[in-house]
């Protein structure tokens, strides 16, 4: 019954927001968000404490406003992503600007391939539509098995309507297929800021370890692709920004797990830069850290 309801909240959130008008989705978002805030849930609970390890001064008082904004920043994100299968192309284009782009569109022009990994900040899903519209570049993602099965379908046939290649995370064979795809000199998408295997890099991240997937850094060694951290924000206006970062290197000695080792640090420490400075705009409501982690007696799993 859980399941079904779930399914069923999603589905009638893409059938009905998509058809109100802007500035209506996005008040019915704000106050959804406040809501939410003021139970004080788990997941308001736990964003605060990851909030509380990127802004280690700030008070009881500054982390209460961080969570308000991250939540009215999560929902922002519902709001749009219901939204963005109705948007015109020039809607797109005016919704995002993307600092240093330059480098992601010189890497396809080389042909090595591109991987982009990004932490879950903004709205990911926008900065995919402006990819596969406005720049007409195709690009191929991996999605986690959401429960029940039919919200997961949903999801797929979602960003697959966007434009997005997308394979399961589970399965074993996403990783071939990503290969396949930076050979063939295409661009890869991942959301890289939180290990769904429980075999990721340990890496420090605002002082404390935490995994990170260490997948796109044996991507980028196997295949020769270009590396690209990506972060996003959204500011006092309808526009999200982006940035683009210099290429993550392949390190010329060591073993192939001292590489991705030093590989997932360096996409660690960019995030980080992005987050720091956006924090309000990190929609991390799960453990992720492994004090929390173990605390929960959950070992590696997330």
Known sequence: MKDRLTDGLYGLGWATVKKLP???AAGLGRRIA?????RRGTSVLRLESNLARVVPDAGPERLAELSKAGMRSYMRYWMESFRLPTW???RVDSGIDIKDIHRLEDGLASGRGVILALPHLANWDLAGVWVTR???VPFTTVAERLKPETLYDRFVAYRESLGMEVLPHTGGA???TLARRLRAGGL???VA???LSA???EVTFFGETARMPAGPAMLAQQTGALLLPVTLWYDDTPVMKGRVYAPVDVPESGTRAEKTSVMTQALADAFADGIADHPEDWHMLQRLWLADLEQRGEGGRT
Do not use: H, M
């Open 193 to 195: 800021d939180r290990d």
């Open 34 to 38: 406040d809501i939410a805030w003021k």
């Open 88 to 90: 015109s192309k020039e």
């Open 188 to 190: 890869v998408c991942l």
């Open 174 to 176: 996403a990783f071939g």
């Open 22 to 24: 802007e500035p209506v």
């Open 134 to 136: 406005s720049l007409g």
């Open 199 to 201: 075999s990721g890099t």
